[in-house]
Every structure is written in structure tokens, then in C-alpha cells.
């Protein structure tokens, strides 16, 4: 039976999407603690970004061919439902798995997008304090220099 390999590679391809999704909540948190970190490079956090971003492909790719391998089944499936009844189960609860781990990523992403604001808001806010500093620094500059400034003059020798 050609369909059964067909829901177990289905099931395979739903194992390899929480795979996925376990792989990015890990790297949501390396997240989190990066923006709180108050050292954080913006390699590291760029390193993350793009990690995240490769896992994302992954599943975008997983969730193509599962669609593309559903499609060429779904009506022998609804055709045989009492035949195919345990494997459409165990589908469903992977599926079911898989819209939790999704909407507890999204929530992670929400709460390091509200972080990411956060420490963004403090990176410019040094920014333009240094920026600050800078400017006194050179009217400081200025004004010594200027200070030590003398007009030219003729001075007389003679008493």
C-alpha cells in the first residue's frame, strides 16, 4: 500500500517540523538573554538572526512537501477514513503539537521584539550622548585654544 509510506512520511516530515520549532524556542532564548545582556556585539545577535533565519527555510521547505505529498493523498484519505483512521490520528496530534510550539514561538517572538525596542532605544540614546559629548568636547577644545590666543602686539623694550 503505497498510501501507508505516504502517511509515514508525512508523520516523518511532522517530526522534523517540531524538531525545528524546538531548535528556534532554543534560539529565541539565546535571544532573549542576548538582549539583555548589556555587552551584547552586534555579531552575535546578527549570528542568531541568521541561524534562526536558515531553521525558518527548514521549515518552509517541510511544509511544502508535506502540502505537495497531502495533496496527491487527501482524497483517497477522505475516501478511506475508517481504514486510515489511526494513522489521520496520530497526524492530528502532531499537528496539534506543532500549532502549540508555534504559537509559544510566537509569543517569544512578541517578548524579544518588545526587548529588541527596548535595547534599540538604549543603543541610540548613547548614541546621542556621546554625540553630546563629543560637541562639548570640541567647543572645550575651541575655547582653550582661544584662550591661549594673545593678538599680536608691539611690546615696548624700553623703560
Known sequence: MPEKNYLQILSQSLNKKLDILLQIRIKNEEQ????????????EFDRNIEEKGAL?????????????????????????KEHYREEIQKLQEQIRQI???????????????????QKFSSIKKQVREVKASHKIVNQYYRTMTK?????????????
Open 32 to 43: 532573549r538573554v542576548m538582549l539583555l545582556d548589556e555587552n551584547l556585539t552586534p555579531e
Open 56 to 80: 525558518v527555510e527548514k521549515l518552509e521547505l517541510l511544509d511544502q512537501g508535506f502540502e505537495d505529498i497531502y495533496e496527491r493523498i487527501q482524497e483517497m484519505l477522505k475516501a478511506n
Open 99 to 117: 500549532t502549540a510550539e508555534s504559537n509559544n514561538i510566537q509569543a517569544e517572538e512578541q517578548r524579544n521584539y518588545k526587548l529588541a525596542q
Open 147 to 159: 584662550t591661549n590666543y594673545m593678538d599680536s602686539h608691539f611690546m615696548d623694550d624700553k623703560k
